[in-house]
Nanobody
Framework: QVQLVESGGGLVQAGDSLRLSCAAS????????MGWFRQAPGKDREFVAA???????????FYADSVKGRFTISRDMAKNTVYLQMNSLKPEDTAVYYC??????????WGTGNMDYWGKGTLVTVSS
């Protein structure tokens, strides 16, 4: 099993920045990718960003079109931690942000159904 714990959410104003962290523990050696998803009130959970984890891979990153150029996902393999740097935040970025991890190859995609483990989420609120 793998446990994921998110931190870093909060209330910010439009245009501000925020960094989310996701610490993984347990059988982390089995993971091939980690990512961030978000769910706004009344909406489905959606993909935000993801990163390859396997050391033999380049650590390629993937982003939803809505966050490209504003959000950056990164990893610290020594700390088993993935970060999401969020810049130029907009009110429409308001959501609960979930960290997720997968044992599957990133070639299978980053749909919610492909993720094997989930954190409990951290709330990000962006005021206008």
């Amino acid at each position: 099993q793998v446990q994921l714990v998110e931190s870093g959410g909060g209330l910010v104003q439009a245009g501000d920045s925020l960094r989310l962290s996701c610490a993984a523990s347990g059988r982390t050696f089995s993971l091939l990718g980690m990512g961030w998803f978000r769910q706004a009130p009344g909406k489905d959970r959606e993909f935000v960003a993801a990163i390859e984890l396997a050391i033999t891979w380049s650590g390629s990153t993937f982003y939803a079109d809505s966050v490209k150029g504003r959000f950056t996902i990164s990893r610290d393999m020594a700390k088993n931690t993935v970060y999401l740097q969020m810049n130029s935040l907009k009110p429409e970025d308001t959501a609960v942000y979930y960290c997720a991890a997968s044992r599957k190859s990133p070639t299978t995609g980053w749909g919610t159904g492909n993720m094997d483990y989930w954190g409990k989420g951290t709330l990000v609120t962006v005021s206008s």
